[in-house]
């Protein structure tokens, strides 16, 4: 099986390549510069920029290079499962299956599979790799198929972020839903929905953020100690750390695993974002 995913995965450019596993970048803009994101741009250039006032524009992975590879794997004679964005965040998955459907015309027999993670950041990124696990296992591919979509149904996004206002700009959460506290340092919790970001709740500080982080694991969360839990940060270690601490001491998870927000995702969300993902159901 010949697996896809998008660099809104959040997963290091090493993991691709190591696991071959076809990248297919979005782009972000800075000024009249694109870049490709994980292959030409990493995130801290994204936030480097948005600290100096620059808001840098992003948009969706290249239909040209869609176009070459579902070709490719037809030519083949390949299965392939391409994992992607949330399609209530991106025009990618979109634009995939208007890719793959085009590949039909000239190709009936191409085998692929897309299904709409419905997530984004390292949530997604924890799908993907589920099912590079399950390949590497010798599972089929309709086991695959059917496993990531299982996972995808179940996981639970938790997210912080600075300023909302600034998610509003860029069109990811309604400007109704935004709301700003950056001077009473309050801070924002969101959850994801059917794939759209969607506010919770706000709390003061970042203690009550990771209290109450904690508390939500628990209200939805399923065998959190056999489960892989993952953190995003947006250039705050520090955060992640924290929330880190004290995950392991209300549940010893088996692993948690902390990545940097990436720039796609980061130049919507901006520095401080923290994000949590955990599945509700396991099996």
Known sequence: MRLFAD???DLPKAFFEQEQVVLFPLRVHIGDAEY???RTIDSMKVYDAIRSGVHPKTSQASPEEMLKAFEQLAKDKEVGFYIAFSSELSGTYAT???VADQVREEYPDLNLTIVDSKAASLGYGLLVKEAVKLRNAGENHDA???KVR???DHLESLFTVEDLDYMAKGGRISKG???VGGLLNIKPLLH???????PIEKLRGR???IKRMIELMKERGSNLDQQVIAISHADDLEFANALKGEIEAAYNPKEIEIHMVGSVIGAHTGPGTLALFFYNKTD
């Open 36 to 38: 490709e994101d994980i």
């Open 192 to 198: 994801v929905e059917d794939g759209k970001l969607v």
């Open 150 to 152: 299982f996972k995808a």
């Open 144 to 146: 695959i198929i059917q």
């Open 96 to 98: 995939a299956v208007m």
């Open 7 to 9: 660099s809104a995965s």
């Open 177 to 179: 839903s935004a709301f």
């Open 207 to 209: 203690k009550k953020v």
